[in-house]
């Protein structure tokens, strides 16, 4: 899950992408519960969401914020892996409580997540289209949605404008009222981080392999700086050599956009090098065939507690479908806040209400 940065030019990751779909070009087609409670309160809170939340109190939510996210993904395609992003950082640190989205206070020396290291790739375009979403559902039902919700349903149309399936976003969520910078690095996965740690962390949120196998299926849209995954190029695990797990074309061409030192920092590469714009499960045919761009992505079909659920998620686009949407759907349960008492809902995203 690190995708993008807030600092890459369009036509850098568009030349990036081109150069290395032309040299893959060739290849032929590839194939391809809910959050498990910590305690009974969060179990409580989770069931208290519901698909028709605002059916009385803001009936024309998702078309207000549909409004949005079609003409941002017209308007700035990047938008949209950048927003799926930021729902995952999101839901990862404190839980889905829109707590990635506040604003450090000026001079304080305690930041916010989105300050935190490990979230300043993090693209504008993912908070600026929330940003926009907030301020006109205010303007038709004023502080009765919450940004948590706002930014669930903004991942979900994204996903589905690109191709992805289209699924229910349960609502129901408040905003949290805690946004540390320094609660981010231990629950933020890395691009370099292994199964076993991969494992580990979507365990700690009741997340399964298989969940986390599915989730990262979300690269099969989206851009990486050549920093995520440089010393897989130089230095793989510190043996001086490349990764032995990616394909020689493909290492050829990111060799070519990413230099060993001083390479231009803006310089991105598309997660799925088949089909970077299009939501479907090329990603998973891609493993397959040593073209994961992150070795994240390359370990999950190198590791035989993962591998099982890649071959299976590469043959049929529908099982993958229909798994991220249920994938989502549980991810987007985790540390859902519920009544005043433990959080609030802002009118302005960016800052809390006290």
Not at 14 to 31: E, R, Y
Not at 34 to 63: F, G
Request: proline share 4%; with cysteine; glycine share 6%.
């Amino acid at each position: 899950m690190s995708v993008l940065s807030s600092s890459s030019s369009t036509s850098s990751f568009v030349l990036t992408c081109l150069l290395i779909i032309t040299t893959i070009i060739l290849l032929p087609a590839l194939h391809s519960s809910k959050c498990l409670a910590k305690d009974t309160n969060a179990t409580r809170r989770h069931r208290q969401v519901s698909v028709d939340y605002y059916t009385t109190s803001c009936p024309q939510l998702e078309q207000l914020i549909g409004s949005v996210t079609s003409q941002q993904f017209k308007e700035e395609p990047v938008s949209g892996p950048a927003t799926i992003r930021l729902f995952f950082h999101d839901c990862f640190v404190e839980g889905c409580d829109a707590s990635i989205l506040i604003s450090s206070k000026p001079g304080s020396k305690q930041l916010a997540e989105k300050d935190a290291e490990d979230n300043k790739d993090l693209r504008v375009e993912g908070f600026e289209t929330i940003m926009k979403v907030k301020a006109l559902v205010e303007s038709k039902c004023p502080g009765v949605v919450s940004c948590a919700d706002i930014l669930a349903i903004a991942a979900r149309d994204f996903v589905h404008l690109a191709g992805g399936p289209y699924y229910q976003v349960k609502k129901g969520r408040w905003d949290g009222s805690i946004s540390m910078a320094s609660r981010v690095a231990l629950n933020i996965p890395r691009a370099n981080s292994t199964v076993d740690q991969l494992l580990k962390l979507f365990g700690s949120k009741g997340l399964t392999a298989e969940d986390l196998v599915v989730l990262s299926g979300a690269h099969t849209i989206g851009f990486a700086h050549c920093r995520n995954f440089v010393s897989r190029l130089y230095n793989y695990r510190d043996t001086k050599q490349p990764d032995p797990a990616i394909d020689p074309r493909l290492l050829k061409a990111l060799t070519m956009s990413c230099p060993r030192y001083g390479g231009n920092t803006d310089i991105v590469a598309p997660f799925d090098v088949t089909t970077p714009f299009l939501f479907d499960h090329a990603y998973y045919g891609n493993l397959e065939a040593k073209l994961g761009l992150l070795a994240t992505d390359q370990g999950l079909f190198s590791d035989l507690r993962t591998k099982p659920v890649v071959q299976a998620l590469a043959k049929d686009k529908n099982k993958f479908f229909q798994a991220f949407a249920a994938a989502m759907e549980k991810m987007g349960s985790i540390g859902v806040k519920r009544g005043g008492k433990h959080g609030e809902k802002r009118k302005d995203c960016s800052k809390h209400i006290s």
